[in-house]
């Protein structure tokens, strides 16, 4: 399991919705400490990462801008990541 949270305020382009959702996603599983969930906590764990994020994007919307970008590229923009898991290349 990953021990940082992306950052993805002041991507340029904007963070996607499908990298707001990979974070929610490594949100919850940081703090329930399940890496793999059983099929009976799968579920709830979907819908409350769908739910952070909503909240997530919503928040992102109204930040201001920031005036230098993250230090770090999202996982889901990174070639080897996206290779590894089997994504097209990431798009501007």
């Known amino acids: 399991m990953c021990r940082n949270i992306t950052e993805l305020r002041g991507l340029e382009p904007p963070a996607t919705r499908e990298e707001i959702e990979a974070a929610s996603s490594q949100f919850i599983r940081k703090v329930t400490g399940i890496s793999k969930p059983n099929l009976a906590l799968a579920h709830a764990m979907d819908v409350a990462a769908l739910e952070i994020a909503d909240i997530t994007e919503q928040l992102l919307a ?12 999202p996982p889901l923009r990174r070639p080897e990541v996206r290779d590894r898991l089997g994504l097209a290349p990431f798009a501007p």
């Open 62 to 73: 109204g930040l201001p801008a920031r005036r230098q970008p993250p230090k770090t590229l």
